[in-house]
């Protein structure tokens, strides 16, 4: 404790008297007086009495007496509440704030001098308090600082990496992603901490392949350490090879699993043209072999061929001889710059692949694709094979007039066939064949549907089906190990925050889950006025997300909005924001589905917020978008952890939590405002045992009720 602090401990020796001793004293001096005159009346005598004393009769006497002990009474009755009851209330709150706040505020000992010496010592042991805090943050900030080298180091191997590297959980949301996977996976979809990794990549190859690495579907001993996987991105546009591995917090417990990926797409072109280049050899060598076998043969089985013979076959070898010179130097120039390698060819579920060709088909123009029968695994490029499935549909289509076509997985003894029927005539083998040169455009490394039938060492044939109907079957290879019927996705919660490995662990439901495990967006909105109901409209929305009780900075949604209407000078000298500036904005039609998106899985947060919450309510007829996930109100939040404080402004909550304020009046700096002192308010209810969403919405409730009450007051 600090010389100051012990100081304050210290008891007077000669302690001044307080003034409440001399109203005590003042009290029991008029009580004192008051008996001693009713003692003395009763002493006198009827004769000694004076005249206006003896008129008065006991009774009379001993009322009197008793109305000026309680007048006195009252008196100090009121004294003792004005000047120690409700002093020791305010105490009380600066000391539970002080408490509860974890900030190095003081609590004030001055305009208590009735209660002295008990503010001082509250004083001295708040300040002890925030000593003892500040040698903590102190040791807190070293480890931090230690951890901070630690991240520094591994941001540092990680961003150096060529490959993505993500941790997910073994419910499949995102811990952490490297640069390379932003920049792999951006243009699939949002990548994000806490969110689900299939937003990004076809969801069954990685669940069959956790299936391999985990035994029997549980999480102790694993068959393989790493599995490879060959994957799509969410919208196929892009082949992914790469590895997954288990992660284990202690021996025994899976608890996630890292996932590095890898574009193949430059790869697989080159093995697309060693495989050409190979093709092209064979066929290149076979004419010129031929022609000099049967050249050699005839002259050796003639010796005695006349000349004019025999420089005719000596003219077909040389001719020969130089094409296949010719062909081996064209054949060494190529293969020069190519490296060996097999294509990447992983597991899909039929059911998968033949939805991406039937919304391929329907995005341009047809035919209508159905996928019937059982799903089945296959092990194939599942990006080829989309684009030259939705070629052979068109392709029917040209040649039959059909415009509906099933589509199904048919199994086999050693291999799965693709069966594509249709009403109509099978498809001539010539016309087969003609398919099969043309180019093909979209799939990576194949310049023709040869090329990918090759790829799967598949071919293709028609042939009719009862009832009038016909059907196209292409052999493709089998998975190799079918995996179990995988469970449904959850639904999470749903990042640039680089990682964050706290994210670990099972989701709850919303609301008994810790508040410190749940996903906020903190949220707030600029307007053209103070009334939704009359007309005012947004003209911007700011807001941020906060996961495991962080602040996200780099996960913000901000956007103008053009209200489509004159924004009222008032309004532009609140917020700053002109008809100008929102000219060119997209309305409200278009930003709030987008603000619903980016809060998607989340807690909706904000200060006053059934005033923002009003604005966007109005909107969701016209826009389809609800906001029907929870709310919470900071506004509320302090009502409930401070009632006898008065002032729950933003600004005035701020500077009791410590939170510095900065680009206040735009709604990305509230949401940002809100957002820290919505943290820090955290850490207070906490205190006061609200832990979960549940307990917080019910206390946000009974604050505003007491709110509403005390209005009528």
């Given at each position: 404790m600090a010389?100051?602090?012990?100081e304050?401990?210290?008891?007077?020796?000669?302690?001044?008297?307080?003034p409440l001793?001399?109203v005590?004293?003042?009290?029991?001096l008029?009580?004192?007086?008051?008996l001693?005159?009713?003692?003395?009346?009763?002493?006198?005598t009827?004769?000694?009495?004076?005249?206006?004393?003896?008129?008065?009769?006991?009774?009379?006497?001993?009322?009197?007496g008793?109305?000026?002990?309680a007048?006195?009474?009252?008196g100090?009755?009121?004294?003792?509440?004005?000047?120690?009851?409700?002093?020791?209330?305010?105490?009380?709150?600066?000391?539970?704030?002080?408490?509860?706040?974890?900030?190095?505020?003081?609590?004030?000992?001055?305009?208590?001098p009735?209660l002295?010496?008990?503010?001082?010592?509250v004083?001295?042991?708040?300040?002890?308090l925030t000593q003892?805090?500040?040698?903590?943050?102190?040791?807190?900030?070293?480890?931090?600082?230690?951890l901070e080298?630690?991240k520094?180091r591994?941001?540092?191997?990680?961003?150096?990496?060529?490959?993505?590297?993500?941790?997910?959980?073994?419910?499949h949301?995102?811990?952490l992603?490297n640069?390379?996977?932003?920049g792999?996976?951006?243009?699939?979809?949002?990548?994000?901490l806490?969110?689900?990794?299939?937003?990004?990549?076809?969801?069954?190859?990685i669940?069959?392949?956790?299936?391999?690495?985990?035994?029997?579907?549980?999480?102790?001993a694993?068959?393989e350490d790493?599995c490879?996987?060959?994957?799509?991105?969410?919208?196929?546009?892009?082949?992914?090879?790469?590895?997954?591995s288990?992660?284990?917090?202690e021996?025994?417990?899976?608890?996630?699993?890292?996932l590095t990926?890898?574009d193949?797409?430059?790869?697989v072109?080159?093995?697309?043209a060693?495989?050409?280049?190979?093709?092209d050899?064979?066929?290149?060598l076979?004419?010129?072999?031929?022609n000099l076998?049967a050249?050699?043969?005839?002259l050796?089985?003639?010796?005695?061929m006349?000349a004019?013979?025999r420089?005719?076959f000596?003219?077909?070898?040389?001719?020969?001889?130089?094409?296949?010179?010719?062909?081996?130097e064209?054949?060494?120039?190529?293969?020069?710059?190519?490296?060996?390698?097999?294509?990447?060819?992983?597991?899909?579920?039929?059911?998968?692949?033949?939805?991406i060709?039937?919304?391929?088909?329907?995005?341009?123009?047809?035919?209508a694709?159905?996928?019937?029968?059982?799903?089945?695994?296959?092990?194939?490029?599942s990006?080829s094979?989309?684009?030259?499935?939705?070629?052979?549909?068109?392709?029917?289509?040209?040649?039959?007039?059909?415009?509906a076509?099933d589509?199904?997985?048919v199994?086999?003894?050693r291999?799965?066939?693709i069966?594509?029927?249709?009403?109509?005539?099978?498809?001539a083998?010539?016309r087969?064949?003609?398919w099969?040169?043309?180019p093909?455009?979209?799939?990576l490394?194949?310049s023709?549907?040869?090329?990918?039938?090759?790829?799967?060492?598949s071919?293709?044939?028609?042939?009719?089906?009862e009832?009038?109907?016909?059907?196209?079957r292409?052999?493709?290879?089998a998975a190799?190990?079918?995996p179990?019927?995988a469970?449904?996705?959850?639904?999470?919660?749903?990042?640039?925050?680089?990682?964050?490995?706290?994210l670990?662990?099972?989701?709850?439901?919303?609301?008994?889950?810790?508040?410190?495990?749940?996903?906020?967006v903190?949220?707030?909105?600029?307007?053209?006025?103070?009334?939704?109901?009359?007309?005012?409209?947004?003209v911007s929305?700011?807001?941020?997300?906060?996961?495991?009780g962080?602040?996200?900075?780099?996960?913000?949604?901000?956007?103008?909005?053009?209200?489509r209407?004159?924004i009222?000078?008032?309004?532009?000298?609140?917020h700053?924001?002109?008809?100008d500036m929102?000219?060119?904005?997209?309305?409200a039609?278009?930003?709030?589905p987008?603000?619903?998106a980016?809060?998607?899985g989340a807690v909706l947060?904000a200060h006053n917020?059934?005033?923002?919450?009003?604005f966007?309510k109005l909107?969701?007829?016209?826009?389809?978008?609800?906001?029907?996930?929870?709310?919470?109100?900071?506004?509320?939040?302090s009502a409930f952890?401070?009632p006898?404080?008065?002032d729950?402004?933003?600004?005035?909550?701020?500077?009791r939590?410590?939170?510095?304020?900065?680009?206040?009046?735009?709604?990305l700096?509230?949401?940002?405002?809100?957002?820290?002192?919505?943290?820090?308010?955290?850490d207070?209810?906490a205190?006061?045992?609200?832990?979960t969403?549940?307990?917080l919405?019910?206390a946000?409730r009974?604050?505003?009720?007491?709110?509403?009450?005390?209005?009528?007051?």
């Open positions: 010389e100051g602090d012990e304050a401990w210290r008891v007077p020796a000669k302690p001044k008297p307080s001793w001399w005590l004293g003042a009290a029991a008029a009580g004192i007086l008051v001693l005159a009713i003692v003395a009346l009763a002493l006198r009827e004769e000694g009495s004076q005249a206006g004393l003896a008129a008065l009769s006991w009774s009379e006497l001993v009322a009197a008793a109305l000026g002990f007048v006195a009474m009252l100090i009755g009121i004294t003792v509440r004005v000047k120690m009851l409700l002093p020791i209330r305010r105490l009380a709150a600066e000391t539970r704030f002080v408490a509860e706040s974890k900030t190095d505020r003081a609590v004030s000992s001055g305009g208590h009735w002295d010496p008990l503010p001082r010592n004083g001295a042991l708040a300040a002890a003892e805090r500040a040698r903590r943050a102190a040791d807190i900030a070293q480890s931090t600082r230690e080298a630690q520094i591994l941001e540092t191997i990680l961003r150096d990496l060529a490959e993505g590297v993500l941790i997910c959980t073994l419910d949301r995102v811990l992603y640069h390379a996977a932003l792999l996976l951006h243009v699939a979809g949002e990548l994000g806490g969110r689900s990794l299939f937003n990004l990549v076809a969801r069954e190859p669940v069959h392949a956790l299936e391999r690495l985990l035994a029997d579907g549980g999480a102790a694993p068959r790493v490879t996987v060959v994957c799509t991105t969410a919208d196929a546009t892009r082949l992914l090879l790469g590895r997954i288990l992660t284990r917090a021996p025994g417990r899976a608890t996630g699993y890292v990926l890898g193949v797409t430059s790869e072109a080159e093995l697309e060693r495989d050409r280049l190979l093709r050899l064979g066929d290149g076979r004419r010129p072999i031929a076998h050249a050699a043969e005839t050796a089985s003639f010796p005695g006349d004019a013979r420089q005719e000596d003219e077909v070898v040389r001719r020969e001889s130089a094409a296949l010179a010719a062909h081996f064209q054949f060494d120039r190529s293969a020069r710059d190519l490296r060996g390698g097999h294509w990447p060819l992983a597991d899909v579920l039929s059911l998968d692949l033949f939805r060709v039937a919304r391929r088909c329907r995005d341009q123009g047809g035919p694709l159905t996928p019937v029968g059982l799903p089945r695994w296959l092990h194939a490029d990006q094979l989309v684009v030259a499935l939705a070629r052979v549909a068109r392709r029917i289509v040209d040649d039959t007039g059909a415009q076509l589509l199904e997985a199994g086999g003894e291999s799965a066939y069966d594509i029927s249709w009403a109509g005539p099978p498809i083998s010539a087969l064949d003609a099969l040169g043309e093909l455009a979209g799939a490394g194949a023709s549907l040869a090329d990918v039938l090759q790829r799967h060492g071919t293709l044939w028609s042939r009719s089906r009832e009038g109907r016909a059907v196209l292409m052999p493709v290879p190799r190990e079918t179990r019927e469970a449904p996705a959850r639904s999470l919660p749903p990042r640039p925050e680089f990682y964050d490995f706290a670990l662990g099972e989701p709850a439901s919303a609301g008994a889950q810790l508040l410190q495990r749940l996903t906020f903190v949220f707030d909105t600029e307007t053209t006025g103070l009334r939704p109901s009359e007309g005012d409209e947004i929305i700011g807001a941020v997300r906060v996961v495991n962080r602040i996200l900075t780099g996960e913000t949604f901000s956007r103008l909005v053009n209200p209407r004159p009222p000078a008032e309004s532009i000298r609140f700053g924001i002109t008809d929102v000219e060119q904005a997209p309305p039609v278009v930003v709030v987008q603000f619903r980016f809060c998607e947060v917020a059934a005033f923002d919450l009003k966007l909107k969701e007829a016209e826009t389809g978008s609800s906001f029907d996930m929870p709310a919470l109100d900071t506004l509320l939040i952890l401070y006898d404080i008065a729950h402004d933003l600004d005035a909550i701020a500077r939590v410590d939170v510095e304020i900065a680009g206040r009046h735009t709604a700096g509230d949401a940002m405002a809100t957002a820290a002192v919505f943290v820090r308010l955290l207070q209810l205190q006061r045992g609200i832990t969403l549940e307990a919405m019910s946000s009974m604050a505003a009720e007491l709110r509403a009450r005390a209005a009528h007051f």
